[in-house]
């Protein structure tokens, strides 16, 4: 299957890959024998996350899966010769889609200066942690450990 894979592959541009292209690290949805979709992310390793949330391109149906595109379907041979049948149904995240484009803007947009950003959403009556300015104890007041 690799030998064939090589064999009759396209080289493209990383820039130019389509997003419905199933690549490495690529989150995809997919059905086996018309069964129900299954999710997995293509790694190149085994796993280190959540048992089931990856598939290893050093498996038939991982390799198999590489380079296809999003409704393609393909035949694979497994070793003890019994075919089976997998269809890209979506491929939900792509890196190098990903790389182009955050919510509509390019990479560079999106870079932040400092590469932190400080969100801050509290009701208007609450001061950020550290903020002493304004508050005060009342004689009802707890003054917890460390008046102690």
């Known amino acids: 299957m690799l030998e064939h ?15 419905d292209i199933v690549t ?3 989150r995809v949805v997919f059905c086996i024998d018309g069964g129900p979709a299954e999710t997995r992310t293509l790694v190149q390793n085994e796993v ?3 048992v089931g949330s990856s ?4 498996t038939r149906r991982g390799l198999c899966m ?5 409704g393609q379907t393909a035949m694979i041979e497994q070793a003890d010769g019994r075919q089976e049948s997998i269809l890209i149904k979506a491929v939900l995240y792509q890196p ?14 999106v870079r932040r200066p400092h590469g932190l950003t400080l969100v801050y959403s509290a009701a208007a009556d609450r001061r950020p942690l550290g903020e002493t300015a304004g508050m005060r104890q009342t ?4 003054p917890g450990p460390s008046a102690a």
């Open 96 to 109: 190098e889609a990903a790389r182009h484009t955050v919510k509509g803007k390019s990479v560079a947009e």
């Open 48 to 50: 280190r996350g959540p």
């Open 66 to 70: 590489l380079g296809m595109a999003q």
């Open 5 to 19: 894979k090589l064999s009759n592959a396209d080289i493209v541009q990383i820039d130019v890959v389509e997003p």
């Open 139 to 142: 004689e009802d007041d707890d």
């Open 24 to 26: 490495l690290n690529s």
């Open 55 to 58: 598939l290893s391109i050093a």
